[in-house]
């Protein structure tokens, strides 16, 4: 099972924009050694999220036909630790977005205090040079697709129990 | 009418930022493989900036033609066939392939996608923006 760092998506613009959740849990085991007696969610790991998070709009933006990978990331700022107990507000949006992936801006905040920031970049393996990969699609497996509440009803895909635009003050 | 210059100063940020290297670093005859480093996954974010700066469309495979080697016709014990050259020619016209003929040899395709070559294909793209290549 991959490690899923997001836990609920709350805002969804297909093509635009996302937010989601993540908790940070002292149930997570590598925290446990990062470090001792000192917990802290690893910078790498918010980045992930992020990722997840970015991923997965990007994907959704072409109905998960694609296999969207991570491919570079362009910047990355860390303002404040992240500790068990936190709740990563995750936000991303789409600032370029061609056949052949995407650009990402990716903001994330606690309790409405910024604590990182990054720009990633995304390309989609199945309209890229896909020799050698397997058909199906390896990146939205069907269970992770259902972990966050993704669905396909009527025809299109639909994230579960999540608004549509945002309300608030969104960083993004 | 933006001169010669100016857009070779402009694509001289792009890249510089693009492939984390020094804007002194970029000069125009420079590969972007081989001189500055840049891996496949660069290409598009060239592309993206270099969109956004000239505020130009760049129709996917234009500037960075894709699958130049998938015909057997083009391609012959590790060198481009006059069929391939003249392929090769059709898909870059804005590349030098003057060095690059009389040895096709295609491990050194990589290094025809010279910063020169991408000035010329903005000069051309500014100055009329709906032509292809």
């Known amino acids: 099972m991959r490690w899923i760092f997001v836990d609920r998506f709350v805002t969804l613009e297909k093509g635009r924009y996302a937010k989601a959740v993540k908790n940070v849990?002292?149930?997570?085991?590598?925290?446990?050694?990062?470090?001792?007696?000192?917990p802290v969610m690893p910078n790498s790991l918010i980045i992930?999220?992020?990722?997840?998070?970015?991923?997965?709009?990007?994907?959704?933006?072409?109905d998960f036909r694609e296999k969207v990978i991570l491919a570079k990331i362009e910047r990355a700022e860390f303002f404040r630790m992240v500790t068990p107990g936190d709740q990563m507000v995750l936000e991303v949006r789409i600032v370029e977005?061609?056949?052949?992936?995407?650009?990402?801006?990716?903001?994330?905040?606690?309790?409405?205090?910024?604590?990182?920031?990054?720009?990633?970049?995304?390309?989609?393996?199945?309209?890229?040079?896909?020799?050698?990969?397997?058909?199906?699609?390896?990146?939205?497996?069907?269970e992770f697709l259902a972990l966050l509440g993704v669905t396909r009803l009527n025809g299109s895909w639909q994230v579960n129990g999540l608004k549509e635009s945002r309300e608030g003050k969104p960083a993004l | 009418m933006v001169d010669k210059d100016e857009i070779f100063g402009k694509v001289?940020?792009?890249?510089?930022?693009?492939?984390g290297v020094e804007e002194d670093d970029v000069k125009l005859d420079a590969s972007l493989t081989g001189d500055l480093g840049a891996e496949s996954i660069d290409f598009l974010d060239i592309v993206f900036r270099l969109e956004k700066t000239f505020n130009i469309k760049?129709?996917?495979?234009?500037?960075f033609p894709e699958n130049i080697l998938a015909s057997p016709e083009f391609v012959k014990d590790g060198k481009l066939t006059p069929q391939g050259v003249e392929e090769l020619k059709r898909r870059m016209p804005h590349a030098d392939l003057t060095?690059?003929?009389?040895?096709?040899?295609?491990?050194?395709?990589?290094?025809?996608?010279?910063?020169?070559?991408?000035?010329?294909?903005?000069?051309?793209?500014?100055?009329?923006?709906?032509a292809s290549k």
């Open chain 1, 25 to 38: 849990s002292m149930g997570e085991e590598h925290l446990h050694d990062h470090f001792p007696s000192y």
């Open chain 1, 48 to 62: 992930e999220a992020l990722a997840q998070t970015g991923g997965l709009l990007a994907g959704h933006s072409t």
């Open chain 1, 97 to 142: 977005n061609r056949e052949e992936g995407c650009k990402v801006i990716g903001e994330v905040s606690v309790n409405g205090t910024r604590v990182a920031s990054a720009t990633l970049m995304f390309v989609n393996l199945s309209s890229n040079q896909a020799k050698g990969w397997k058909a199906e699609n390896f990146v939205f497996t069907k």
């Open chain 2, 12 to 19: 001289k940020e792009c890249l510089a930022e693009a492939l």
């Open chain 2, 58 to 63: 760049i129709p996917r495979g234009d500037l």
């Open chain 2, 99 to 130: 060095g690059f003929e009389k040895s096709p040899n295609v491990a050194e395709l990589p290094n025809l996608f010279t910063v020169n070559m991408i000035v010329k294909y903005v000069e051309q793209k500014v100055k009329s923006p709906s």
